[in-house]
């Protein structure tokens, strides 16, 4: 059995700034890995394509109003 991705490892030492802010990107990855997952199978980042980052920023953040897009 294989130990689930761990997103927060995965961006700990790329991340920077307050504990806050390191936090909301980290929540905002996770649901990005979870949308990706998803629908393409794609569990970590090393398999992810342009093309599944696209998707999630035209699809899934276009039901989001302008300005909570971000978040």
Do not use: C, N
């Not at 990107?25 to 394509?49: D, G, L, N, S, Y």
């Amino acid at each position: 059995m294989s130990k689930p991705f761990d997103m927060e490892l995965f961006l700990a030492g790329v991340l920077t700034g307050s504990h806050t802010t390191r936090q909301r990107h980290v929540r905002q990855a996770i649901i990005i890995q979870a949308e990706i997952a998803k629908r393409w199978q794609r569990k970590t980042p090393w398999a992810w394509q342009r093309k599944h980052v696209a998707w999630f920023l035209d699809h899934r953040l276009a039901e989001r109003t302008q300005a909570t897009q971000y978040y």
